[in-house]
């Protein structure tokens, strides 16, 4: 990946020249390649006027992490963050919490699925026992 810096009115914007999916995949899948390369790292990634790089990289491991992703994306994301300026503790804390709240969070919802679900099985247990007392 090559940086290349262009002049803005507000802040400098950087231009990302991505070749990995070039090399890794054009010659089997060209246009994946090229969405990659051209689109992803070439528009939306290089889109840095509004975020710039350091909390697009922030954005990228944190969900990356979320969704268990631990490949070499997640490498090549952690490094960049690092280049980026995400420093080591930024890093360990960012992570530190996206396993305690994805997980937890994930928990969270189901142990309120489960209380409903339970709750509502036995609310139906007791209207099915006064029911039958009813018939005796």
Known sequence: MEVATMADSKRTAVKITQTAGRQQLGDFAPDFARYNDDILFGE???????????????????ALVASGITDSSLKYH??????????????????????????????????????????????????????????I
């Open 44 to 62: 939306v990634w290089s889109k840095n006027d509004v975020l710039p790089l350091r909390e697009r990289s922030i954005v990228t491991v944190s």
């Open 78 to 135: 952690i490094e960049s963050a690092k280049k980026n300026g995400v420093t080591r503790e930024e890093m360990a804390e960012i992570i530190t919490r996206l396993g305690f709240l994805c997980r937890m969070a994930e928990g969270m919802g189901g142990i309120q699925y489960g209380k409903k679900t339970f709750i509502t099985m036995s609310q139906q247990k007791i209207r099915q026992t006064k029911k039958a007392a009813t018939w």
